[in-house]
């Protein structure tokens, strides 16, 4: 599975950005999706997760209420819609194939996409 991610570049604190994330191959239906941030010197952290219906979601607490991820099985693409972009969000923000979406294992990587949120 190759898995690019898109849409990332430089915003004013209060703006908006997406990020779409698209797989190759048939089985994109039936992967669970997310979405990491990693900043330097960091570890990379969750930000969210959606199942492979769409039904559950799932983020990080200082994301709540301002991002939303959702996905298109038909377009084989997963987005992650940021709202109210503060500058502490800045990151490079990378898509995953969960191999266990309750204990966040990932199973595929994609590359990343820089976001940066200045004041």
């Known amino acids: 599975v190759q898995l690019q991610a898109f849409g990332g570049g430089m915003v004013q604190a209060g703006g908006s950005l997406r990020l779409s994330c698209a797989a190759s191959?048939?089985?994109?239906?039936?992967?669970?999706m997310g979405w990491f941030r990693q900043v330097p010197g960091k570890e990379r952290g969750f930000v969210s997760l959606?199942?492979?219906?769409?039904?559950?979601?799932a983020y990080e607490d200082s994301v709540k209420g301002r991002f939303t991820i959702s996905r298109d099985n038909a377009k084989n693409t997963v987005y992650l819609q940021m709202s109210s972009l503060k500058p502490e969000d800045t990151a490079v923000y990378y898509c995953?194939?969960?191999?266990?979406?309750?204990?966040?294992?990932?199973?595929?990587w994609g590359q990343g996409t820089q976001v940066t949120v200045s004041s």
């Open positions: 995953a194939v969960f191999r266990n979406w309750m204990t966040r294992a990932v199973l595929y």
């Open positions: 191959g048939r089985a994109f239906s039936s992967y669970n």
């Open positions: 959606i199942t492979s219906s769409g039904r559950n979601t």
